[in-house]
């Protein structure tokens, strides 16, 4: 209930109805309704498509089966399917793991010259699609004409070219490569926010730096390194980008990509029955990853040494080869992830690929750059493009806003099946999502249109948009929304006037990050692909395979340069405030 008073000379209270609580009753409903709708009906059709036998289409009320269950489980390359891809998910990830922990080591505990670009270079990654990354390295590795292999052959006189992009040794190497920004961004807040008075004791104590690291920095990061082990793992079995543009060409199919040649095969009929079912498997072992993270994540507990003290590292100072070592270490990485970038930028300029040269610039153009956007497909790729991100991106946003309010200020039943029912899309991979809303809007008016596209990368997205907001509201005392209610704001105005302006660097950050991922990804787009729906990642994947090279490599440089216009400006802002509070 709430007091009004009138403007007469005696003044008097009236109640009327708290619209407020009426307001959010209304918005929490719809807010249970709408996840189960996105989150909860797209996986039952995926398991009832499961059971379908094949040849049959969802939802067409055929007689259920359990043939596909039954194929999958008895299939003589279904192990070495499912080893494939442990073996691909737990390599890459351990690359992407040891490079991390370095890094992160060093721009947190070092005075590393450059430790800010450090940062905000591998914050601003997410701006290089790994559709691009892959097709760089691919021209980088031909055997024929890659760059690699003609200086290598060149200079250790060889007949046969040394390496080859097609194979799961490759595969796991760029994928690891590309997953060491994600591992660097989780390890250096593990370590900015560890209390370094037991390192600091230890020092005075008389022990060496390696001593320290070995038997005190190392244990106390071990359950938190741990997990992030188990999520990029988990985040690995979910890929489909590189396996889909590597792997398939090199002979090495992993679930991922199994599921989309089951649904999309290049010749006959789709099997969606058998895809489902692919799904179905593929989705329990990312579920079983993710128990593992939560138990790792609950068991880390233990470890935590941050206090209510404020304390500030002491910085490591390199010297000599220390310092040598370092710079070419985090040098020669980031060289590795530039050449892919600027082998592509080198053949968009040509009509042909040519080896990189002095003598070739002479014949250097944008001309692929010009017929790329003089097309007319063009304008409705990057009309569909924009459409999808930013649709996307701020529903996601706004639903998350709200989903973490209901779960962190109110709580209650509601709140956590609102909380649960926006994490569940984390172990479910985006494949298998991609499936389930394939199954479920075949035979409506939505099939083949961008708008499914939307739908999926806010399911998807939700889940970590509503992470980064539950940890922004918890650092925000409530007391300052009951001020503005108490004051006579209404649910709403409160929450526009008074607590998002707070945690609006936190909202920008999210929405930043699921516009640079939306933009990027290739699953959603080319699962559900159709000739009116076609952005630029499928629009790339499309080119590649034609084969257009020059028309890929601009549409490529493209994408990266309109993504990092948009990423490493509010990066740089967002780390000088960070440095300011610091």
């Known amino acids: ?32 309704i709408l996840l189960v709708v996105l989150i909860a009906l797209p996986l039952l059709v995926l398991i009832y498509t499961s059971f379908l036998p094949p040849g049959a289409v969802p939802l067409s009320g055929s007689e259920l089966t359990l043939d596909n269950y039954r194929s999958i489980l008895t299939g003589s390359g279904t192990v070495a399917l499912f080893v494939r891809t442990i073996i691909f998910a737990v390599g890459s990830s351990a690359i992407g793991i040891v490079l991390g922990i370095s890094f992160a080591y060093l721009t947190e505990r070092t005075d590393l010259p450059g430790r800010t670009a450090v ?42 070219a040394p390496f080859t992009p097609y194979s799961m040794q490759a595969l ?65 079995v979910q890929h489909f980008d590189l396996p889909m543009i590597i792997g398939l060409t090199a002979q090495t199919p992993v679930l991922s990509t199994s599921i989309y040649m089951a649904a999309a095969p290049d010749f ?35 470890y935590r040494t941050v206090t209510g003290k404020s304390f500030r590292p002491k910085l490591l100072h390199l010297r000599g080869l220390q310092k040598v070592f370092a710079i070419l270490l985090v040098g020669g990485y980031f060289a590795l992830m530039l050449m892919p970038l600027l082998t592509l930028a080198w053949a968009s300029l040509f009509p042909y690929y040519r080896l990189p040269s002095f003598a070739a610039l002479a014949d250097a153009s944008f001309a692929a750059y010009f017929r790329v956007f003089s097309e007319p ?65 075949l035979r409506t008016p939505l099939n083949g249109t961008i708008w499914v596209m939307v739908i999926g990368h806010i399911a998807m997205y939700l889940s970590f948009g509503t992470r980064a907001m539950n940890g922004a509201l918890i650092q925000i005392h409530r007391e300052l929304e009951d001020a503005a209610t108490v004051s006579g704001a209404s649910w709403g105005t409160s929450l526009r006037k008074v607590l998002f302006p707070i945690i609006w660097p936190h909202i920008l950050n999210t929405w930043l990050w699921i516009v640079a991922h939306s933009a990027r990804d290739l699953t959603f787009p080319l699962f559900l692909l159709t000739s009116s729906n076609v952005v630029v990642a499928t629009a790339i994947y499309q080119r590649w395979n034609y084969p257009d090279l020059p028309g890929t490599a601009a549409l ?5 340069l309109a993504l990092s216009a948009l990423v490493i400006p509010i990066q740089i802002y967002l780390e000088h405030k960070n440095l300011n509070k610091a």
């Open 268 to 302: 006959g009929l789709p099997n969606y029955g058998l895809a489902a079912a692919f799904g179905v498997f593929l989705a329990i072992l990312a579920g079983a990853l993710m128990f593992m993270y939560f138990r790792v994540v609950h068991a880390s507990e233990r």
């Open 119 to 160: 940062r905000i270079l591998m914050f601003s990654w997410m701006a290089v699609p790994a559709l691009v990354f892959g097709y760089g390295w691919i021209l980088l590795l031909n055997p024929g004409n890659g760059i690699i292999n003609v200086m290598v052959k060149a200079i250790f006189n060889l007949e046969q």
């Open 1 to 32: 209930m709430s007091i009004s008073r009138t403007s007469s000379a005696t003044t008097e209270a009236v109640w009327e109805p708290d619209t407020s609580s009426t307001a959010r009753l209304v918005v929490r409903n719809g807010l249970l």
């Open 556 to 560: 490529c440089m493209m994408l990266v």
């Open 377 to 441: 497909q063009t304008f409705r790729v990057i009309v569909n493009t924009v459409l999808l991100f930013l649709t996307s991106s701020t529903l996601a946003i706004v639903l998350s806003c709200l989903v973490s309010w209901f779960a962190v200020r109110l709580g209650g039943k509601s709140g956590r099946a609102m909380d649960l029912l926006s994490f569940a899309p984390t172990a479910i991979p985006p494949i298998v999502m991609a499936i389930a809303l394939l199954m479920m809007f």
């Open 172 to 236: 796991t190497v760029i994928a690891g490569l590309g997953a060491v920004p994600t591992a660097y961004i989780m390890v250096s807040g593990l370590l900015r926010n560890m209390d370094p008075s037991l390192e600091d004791a230890a020092f005075v104590s008389g022990a060496s730096r390696f001593v320290i690291l070995r038997k005190i920095t190392a244990p106390l990061l071990t359950p938190g390194t741990l997990s992030i082990s188990i999520y990029l793992i988990m985040t690995m």
